[in-house]
């Protein structure tokens, strides 16, 4: 009962993480996504960049690209009326600076009785 419900399972995670990971370890991965699908439990293969060029539909496609030498597999999804930038790699996460030691955004000088 404990792992019925997915709002179940987020609550109970590092119970269930290592029961999963204890499980699953030993299998390969074709058996595992066989057996998957013979219980009709939605998966796919975790693969590496190097598996997924090899993989056929991503070959069959032409979803492989290396924008500004930066390899990489593009959506599938095609658009009627626009294209995609391939052209450009995604740009960076910008760089966050460290907030104030003790600064929480209030204007009480972080005097508010609490954390949040």
Same mark, same amino acid.
Request: aromatic share 4%; no cysteine.
């Given at each position: &009962? /404990?792992? +019925?419900?997915? @709002? +179940? /399972?987020?609550?109970? /995670?590092?119970?269930l993480v290592p029961l999963l990971e204890g499980r %699953? $370890?030993?299998? &390969?991965? !074709? !058996?595992?996504? $066989? $057996?998957?699908e013979t219980a009709g439990v939605p998966g796919g @293969?975790? %693969?590496?960049?190097a598996e997924a060029?090899? *993989?056929p539909q991503i070959r069959h496609r032409g979803l492989?690209? +290396?924008p500004e030498g930066v390899p990489g597999v593009r959506t599938p999804i095609l658009f009627s009326r626009s294209t %995609? !930038? %391939?052209e #450009? !790699? +995604? @740009?960076? /996460? &910008?760089? #966050?600076t460290a907030p104030d @030691?003790?600064?929480?955004?209030?204007? *009480?000088?972080?005097q508010d009785g609490g954390e949040r």
């Open positions: &009962p /404990r792992f +019925a419900t997915n @709002p +179940a /399972r987020v609550e109970h /995670r590092t119970t %699953l $370890a030993g299998w &390969p991965g !074709a !058996a595992l996504l $066989a $057996a998957m @293969p975790i %693969l590496s960049v060029f090899e *993989d492989q690209i +290396a %995609l !930038a %391939l #450009r !790699a +995604a @740009p960076g /996460r &910008p760089q #966050r @030691p003790g600064h929480n955004g209030n204007q *009480d000088g972080g």
